[in-house]
């Protein structure tokens, strides 16, 4: 008699691949796009992007993600060009 295999059973849900067409994103897509955490998420809430909810999800629209990544991108280009023009000043004493 052959060897008897049994499944595990995880109860988790599968992920679903992402819809490239589709206009909102779950807060799970955009964290997994935005490599960060649920748990950074919540806990930084109010500099994330704006959301909406419908029904029970909180849905984040594709163009409040993009403000919110050119924000963060313009944030960090001026930190960078800031940090630049202190070590040269520093340089140049």
């Not at 909810?53 to 963060?72: H, K, P, Q, Y």
Request: with cysteine.
């Amino acid at each position: 008699m052959a060897p008897r295999t049994t499944t595990q059973v995880t109860h988790r849900k599968i992920a679903k691949p992402t819809d490239p067409d589709a206009d909102v994103l779950s807060v799970s897509e955009f964290c997994r796009k935005n490599n960060i955490s649920l748990q950074t998420f919540y806990k930084f809430i109010k500099d994330m992007p704006e959301t909406f909810t419908i029904g029970t999800r909180r849905l984040i629209s594709r163009e409040a993600a993009a403000r919110w990544r050119a924000e963060r991108e313009a944030k960090a280009k001026g930190k960078v060009r800031e940090t630049a023009s202190k070590a040269a000043s520093a340089a140049a004493t």
